[in-house]
């Protein structure tokens, strides 16, 4: 992959919590407008590899460019393309949904001339024109998703991190996420990791599949339907027969 083509570039990837390798050698490229898609059990290093890619986290060895930049030689730089949403959304829940955009738009060095105008528009592409005089804390738990997403964009980054973006949403409100992630997709390159094999099936144009900390498996989905080879086998066969190894 030619590395000018790429917003986001990971290079032997690796996180020990001491004794503990909870990320080992992990490699991923991102093309610009590309939704990939990381998969992997509960434990896998999903978490660890996103709070690493989002700079939230350093890595113990290894390196990240975002946009031909060094995330852990230029922070400041590198972190004005990114977008994060962890898996607890950084919600104020005090706040109304205008004040608490208002204010994460300032933490992203959005211009203050052009925050009002940040906000119409992060507001419009998430669907939260009714709610923005409301208290965060009284929406339904969707509502407080798309906030989460238009916090992570109101900046408009050119790579967007989401960790687990539909987890404990009802099955209408992980459809209207889906769709915003979709449209998302087309101006932005997408990392979802997940562990919702139809999310990535649905959403993603790559997946690829951690398991004890490493990628196990790295495919295109349309080859993967071009073969007709189904996704929940090859998670299965990539992360069950490790978990058996590793129990002997």
């Not at 990939?36 to 990240?64: D, F, V, Y």
């Not at 889906?178 to 390159?189: F, M």
């Not at 649905?202 to 196990?216: E, P, S």
Request: hydrophobic fraction near 40%.
């Amino acid at each position: 992959m030619n590395e000018t083509t790429c917003t986001l570039i990971a290079h032997d990837l690796s996180r020990q919590f001491g004794q503990y390798a909870a990320v080992q050698g992990i490699e991923i490229e991102l093309k610009q407008g590309e939704v990939l898609g990381l998969l992997g059990p509960n434990g896998a290093g999903k978490s660890t590899t996103m709070q690493m890619l989002s700079g939230n986290l350093a890595p113990t060895r290894g390196s990240i460019q975002i946009c031909g930049i060094d995330l852990l030689d230029h922070p400041e730089e590198a972190k004005q393309n990114i977008g994060y949403l962890p898996e607890i959304p950084p919600l104020y829940k005090e706040l109304t949904v205008d004040e608490y955009l208002r204010f994460v738009a300032k933490l992203h060095r959005v211009e203050s001339s052009q925050i009002l105008d940040a906000l119409v528009r992060v507001k419009d592409r998430c669907g939260l024109n009714q709610v923005g005089k409301k208290l965060i804390g009284i929406l339904s738990k969707g509502f407080q998703q798309r906030v989460a997403i238009a916090q992570a964009i109101i900046h408009q980054p050119k790579v967007i991190i989401l960790d687990e973006p539909s987890v404990g949403l009802d099955p209408n409100q992980i459809r209207e996420i889906r769709e915003l992630i979709r449209e998302l997709g087309k101006t932005a390159s997408i990392i979802l990791s997940t562990h919702i094999l139809s999310e990535v099936e649905t959403i993603c144009d790559r997946v690829q599949i951690l398991n004890k900390g490493g990628v196990v498996y790295s495919a295109a989905l349309s080859d993967l339907k071009q073969k007709s080879i189904n996704l929940e086998q090859i998670f299965e066969q990539f992360t069950l027969k490790k978990e058996l190894v590793g129990d002997y």
